[in-house]
C-alpha cells in the first residue's frame, strides 16, 4: 500500500505558476497527475517512469507543465507555468507499482491522493 499526499495548489492570476507535489510513502515504477474540473472527464496531465525519468505530456500542457521527480524523497512535482484559467481544476496524484501495464498511461492505477485545488483567474 503507497499512501499519497499532495500539496502546493492555491489560487493564481493566469500567467502565473505553482508547482504540486506528490510525497509517497513506498515506491512507485509510474506516477501521474491528473486533473479533474467541474462537469468534466478526469485528464491525464503527465507521467514519469520512476527509474528512467521517462516523461510523457498531454498536449494541453506540453511546454507549460513539467514533472519532475526525487527519488530519496519519493516526491514527483508538477511546475505548472503559464498557466491559463482552462487549467482550474482539482488536481490528483496518482502511482503503481506495477512495472508490467498494457494498457495507456493514463489508465490503470493503483493508488490516488485526495487531490489539491488549482484555481486560475483571468
Known amino acids: 500500500q503507497v499512501q499519497l499526499v499532495e500539496s502546493g495548489g492555491g489560487s493564481v492570476q493566469a500567467g502565473g505558476s505553482l508547482r504540486l507535489s506528490c510525497a509517497a510513502s513506498?515506491?512507485?515504477?509510474?506516477s501521474a497527475w491528473f486533473r479533474q474540473a467541474p462537469g468534466k472527464e478526469r485528464e491525464g496531465v503527465a507521467r514519469i517512469l520512476t527509474g528512467s525519468g521517462n516523461t510523457y505530456y498531454a498536449d494541453s500542457v506540453k511546454g507549460r507543465f513539467t514533472i519532475s521527480q526525487d527519488k530519496d524523497k519519493n516526491t514527483v512535482y508538477l511546475q505548472m507555468n503559464s498557466l491559463k484559467p482552462e487549467d482550474t481544476a482539482m488536481y490528483y496524484c496518482?502511482?503503481?507499482?506495477?512495472?508490467?501495464?498494457?494498457?495507456?498511461?493514463?489508465?490503470?492505477?493503483?493508488?490516488w491522493g485526495q487531490g489539491t485545488q488549482v484555481t486560475v483567474s483571468p
Open positions: 496518482a502511482a503503481d507499482q506495477r512495472a508490467y501495464r498494457p494498457w495507456p498511461w493514463w489508465q490503470g492505477y493503483q493508488y
Open positions: 513506498g515506491y512507485a515504477y509510474i
